[in-house]
């Protein structure tokens, strides 16, 4: 009857205590019962909201100065020319490399922000679905359970100029969009689900968008990158006459199967309009600094009632307790003060947030995860608790041990769906996997 027995189980209310699950086939958690001693501390798999998977293999690899204003923009040059070498078999090597290390981390499910659809000169694969296929072997390769979101993309500006030639690779109109997705969902399982994303607003024109949303599937989750750039808030405003997140609340109606990925730049309006939608904001705490994009306005988010996730988005870390920590620190670095993500029910940073995430993970995702509770996967993270990081820790400062104490990984274990995918900060896979991926990049950095 059970996959991880005699645990504490972290819930958002507090912990429960020697709690077995009974699963069914599929690795959903039918009942929990009582039994056992207290030995473990679970808490459920993280969501990572945010992924370009293919930017796992160019992390490290544009922190050298190239002109003195580099910036976003001179970052996506470099990416852009990465990208360039990378086919389906590098794509699946390179996702799989990525997602074993979530694995690892405690990241138990990753939304898949894609798309690199075509090849390299912009011309569809024999099977156009090609790099989507290539990301969900990848899934498969490392159990991680995915929520894949196609990307429409199809200008390369507020103005609607035309893709450039770099660009051409990810570029679809919404017919071709729409079939793309429809292909794709034949290979929806337990854990895979198609979802859609439209790059952003300057990628997609307002008469696409409203025709996308009216062929999507009423459940559909849709994420979208969003005023991220100071520069994309200010062509918004020239051209569509609104900043961008006012722009899509006023004109998409986001709901809570949206999730606004960055949301960086919002003024008090947007805040409030936002966090009352039920809408996401997927935060991604480290690319953001990497990037140099700016600030979430977090305190003022959850004074809202807004509901967050994170996301690792271009990988240059991979670890869900440095995202949360970041998050909580950047707000720390500019306002001198201490403990800012807190409830009134909630004085742990670690608790609040965790809850947070957990909160927002099935919405966000379109799976039933999130908690640990009937009906839902039994997707987990078994903390090591013999480590010295939780000498003496209590219920009251568990989870602030795990997220704010040194730089060991804390995961002992991590089940998807009931099965133990990684152990001792190990995925089971992890070296035919890292040899696989070592091979791609090797080849892609020769050809470049
Ligand atoms: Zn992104």
Partial sequence: ??????????????????????????GRIREAVRGGTIGQRVVPGIANLHSHAFQRAMAGMAERQLRADDSFWSWREAMYRFAQQLDPDAMRAVAAQLYAEMLEAGYTTVCEFHYLHHAPDGRPYDDPAAMSR??????????????LLPVLYMAGGFDGRALDARQQRFGHDVDGYLR????????????VRIGCALHSLRAVPEAAMRELL???PDDSRIHIHIAEQLAEVEQCLEHRGARPVQWLLDNAGPDPRWTLVHATHLDDAEVADLARSGATVAVCPTTEANLGDGLFPLRQYLDAGGRLGIGSDSHISVS????????????????RRRNIAVGSDSPSVGHTLLRAVAASAGDSSGHDIGLLQPGRFADALVLDVRAPQFAGASDDDAIDRWVFSGNR????????????????????RADSIAADYRTAVERMLAAQ
């Fill in 134 to 147: 290539a990301l969900i072997a990848a899934a498969h390769d490392t159990g991680i359970r995915l929520t």
């Fill in 1 to 26: 009857m059970t996959t991880i027995p005699n645990a504490r189980i972290w819930q958002p209310d507090g912990w429960q205590d020697g709690l077995k699950f009974g699963l069914d086939l599929y």
């Fill in 320 to 335: 869900p307790v440095e995202e949360l920590r970041w998050l909580e620190y950047g707000q720390r670095l500019v306002t």
């Fill in 409 to 428: 990984n804390l995961v002992r274990e991590t089940w998807v769906g009931g099965r133990c995918l990684a152990e001792n900060g190990r995925h089971l």
């Fill in 214 to 216: 009216a062929g999507l």
């Fill in 180 to 191: 793309l997705l429809d292909g794709l969902r034949a290979e929806q399982g337990d854990t």
